[in-house]
């Protein structure tokens, strides 16, 4: 299998995580969690299992002195403020409306990656994020009774804009440290230096769980999403990150909706509805547009 065959699949498995995590951390906050102690458990969480996967990673090589800086910035837009407006935004917003927001990822990146990294817009690329796009959000607002501007959530909704945004500078600024350093190296250092910002926000919330009250339901759910939506899913993005443009993994978010109605329908038991066929073929086409290779271009 070649690697970008393997990265794709890496993003795949990316986009059915987090198409559960949005019903799954929902349930969490705020009864048994605060939305800054949930981070709080699980970026220490997702930290603790990158360095002890680390030590039997092969590569020796060290982060160098002058791409620190990018670490910590990285640590910052990628865990920290990426964490901390995601559940607080999730927190006050409903999960329709921020998988509607987050649509908005893949255009922020793509604009980043211009001012950045001065990447080249391609006609093919831009029509690809416009089409998959389109499926992701026709498909949200086609299946949810949700008013998106419901009084009350308003700020939730753009904690959640805001969070797209920085996952977009992230997924900008590793992509140089991923052409460079192993996967695991870089990501378990990024974790490190997020926690920095996240201990002094999360913690008092985190000492005042009360753990009495979590079920082995609520356990395993608060696993999930330190485990599955924190470390492997971070984990295959930057492995992801190693073969693919950073606008190319961005995309692969217009599938979480469209899975999300895949997993629904499955357990309801219903039919396929002409929406989700239209959206579907929207959004696959998009993905592939996005992610197919360029003939005359190389890959930063």
Known sequence: ??????????????????????????????????????????????????????????????IERRDWIRVF????????????LFFEG????????????????????????????????????????????????YLILSTAADDFTLPGISIGNVLIF?????????????????????ALLVIKWVF???????????FGSFA????????PTIVSAAAFVVVCTTFLAYLFNVFALKTLSSSTVSTYIYLQPLFTTMIALYLAKDALTFEASVSAALIFVG???????SKTTKLK
């Open 1 to 62: 299998m070649n690697p970008r065959t393997k990265a794709h699949l890496a993003l795949l498995a990316v986009a059915l995580i987090y198409s559960a995590n949005y019903v799954i951390a929902k349930d969490l906050m705020p009864f048994y969690v605060e939305p800054r102690g949930f981070i709080f458990l699980r970026v220490i969480g997702a930290t603790l299992l990158f360095f002890i996967f680390g030590i039997f990673s092969k590569s020796s090589r060290k």
């Open 73 to 84: 910035l990285c640590g910052f837009f990628g865990v920290a403020a990426n964490q901390i």
């Open 90 to 137: 999730l927190n006050l917003t409903t999960p329709i409306n921020a998988a509607v927001i987050m649509t908005s990822n893949p255009v922020l990146v793509l604009l980043m990656s211009a001012i950045l990294l001065k990447e080249k817009l391609r006609p093919i690329k831009i029509l690809g994020v416009i089409l998959g796009g389109f499926g992701a959000v």
């Open 162 to 182: 805001l969070n797209a945004t920085s996952f977009a500078v992230y997924l900008v600024i590793v992509k140089p440290l991923m052409s460079k350093y192993d």
């Open 192 to 202: 490190a230096s997020g926690l920095v910002f996240v201990i002094p926000l999360g």
């Open 208 to 215: 005042s769980i009360d753990w009495s009250t979590w079920t």
């Open 287 to 293: 993905v592939y547009l996005v992610g197919r290779k």
